[in-house]
């Protein structure tokens, strides 16, 4: 008699990842936000290549039918769609990118109301702010979405600056820089020398052009005021 050995199952393997994806949130008039968003490109050539980008639009909220044709419009700015958020539909159509699933919104609940008792003494929490000490070499990249950001050095022209809090350049700063890049409209850009391609705060930016001539070379800091980015002089 032959024995038939038992073939093993082959298993597929799964891991999961986490990715830093650009959410762009389009406006109506449609029009008046793709002219924007072909100046942020002009400034800022490259700058979409390869990152992951989302589409949201649950502002626009667009018709079906209107949806393709603004996923061909971000295709011709070298803008790949990976996926759309739209809460208001369940599916796209097979000929769009997928929609983004499994986001999920925080409820608070209140809890019962308890007798006051004195605080136990709290352990010190760890520092979430990353210190680089090296300069950033141009078309080098620091996400770091924990906490302030501080470089002892210089940010070379073409590197991204990505924190959760505030950032501080000791140095000259001649790349691009995110603070609150996850949420936070209280983040501020300290720097030392202002040569920036582009300042951002909680989403919000001034590129080079729209910086005024005598914040140029000086030192400065940039925050969030009324829904724009203010870049004021360091003294």
């Given at each position: 008699?032959?024995?038939?050995?038992?073939?093993?199952?082959?298993?597929?393997?799964?891991?999961?990842?986490?990715?830093?994806?650009?959410?762009?949130?389009?406006?109506?008039?449609?029009?008046?936000?793709?002219?924007?968003?072909?100046?942020?490109?002009?400034?800022?050539?490259?700058f979409?290549?390869?990152?992951?980008?989302?589409?949201d639009?649950?502002?626009?909220?667009?018709e079906p039918?209107?949806?393709?044709?603004?996923?061909?419009?971000?295709?011709?700015?070298?803008i790949?769609?990976?996926?759309?958020?739209n809460k208001?539909?369940?599916?796209?159509?097979?000929?769009?990118?997928?929609?983004?699933?499994?986001?999920?919104?925080?409820?608070?609940?209140?809890?019962?109301?308890?007798?006051?008792?004195?605080?136990?003494?709290?352990?010190?929490?760890?520092?979430?702010?990353?210190?680089?000490?090296?300069?950033?070499?141009?078309?080098?990249?620091?996400?770091?979405?924990?906490?302030?950001?501080?470089?002892?050095?210089?940010?070379?022209?073409?590197?991204?600056?990505?924190?959760g809090?505030?950032?501080?350049?000791?140095?000259?700063?001649?790349?691009?820089?995110?603070?609150?890049?996850?949420?936070?409209?209280k983040?501020?850009?300290?720097?030392?020398?202002?040569?920036?391609?582009?300042?951002?705060?909680?989403?919000?930016?001034?590129?080079a052009?729209?910086?005024?001539?005598?914040?140029?070379g000086?030192p400065?800091?940039?925050?969030?005021?009324?829904?724009?980015?203010?870049?004021?002089?360091?003294?």
């Open positions: 008699m032959n024995s038939v050995a038992a073939d093993p199952k082959k298993s597929i393997r799964f891991r999961a990842r986490s990715f830093v994806a650009f959410a762009l949130v389009p406006e109506a008039p449609l029009d008046e936000w793709l002219r924007s968003l072909d100046g942020w490109v002009e400034n800022s050539p490259g979409f290549a390869g990152r992951p980008v989302v589409l639009l649950n502002v626009l909220k667009p039918g209107e949806v393709a044709d603004l996923v061909s419009q971000l295709t011709e700015r070298g790949r769609i990976y996926a759309i958020e208001a539909v369940d599916a796209m159509g097979p000929d769009l990118p997928p929609l983004l699933i499994g986001a999920r919104e925080a409820v608070i609940e209140e809890a019962p109301v308890e007798p006051a008792s004195p605080p136990e003494p709290e352990e010190p929490l760890p520092s979430t702010t990353l210190i680089v000490e090296a300069p950033i070499r141009s078309g080098q990249s620091i996400f770091h979405p924990d906490g302030d950001v501080i470089v002892l050095g210089s940010a070379g022209s073409g590197s991204e600056i990505m924190a809090g505030s950032i501080h350049v000791y140095g000259a700063l001649r790349g691009r820089a995110f603070a609150g890049a996850w949420g936070n409209r983040a501020r850009i300290f720097c030392r020398k202002n040569e920036a391609e582009l300042l951002a705060v909680d989403g919000w930016y001034r590129t052009e729209d910086m005024e001539s005598s914040s140029r000086m400065i800091q940039a925050f969030l005021d009324e829904g724009g980015v203010v870049v004021a002089a360091l003294t």
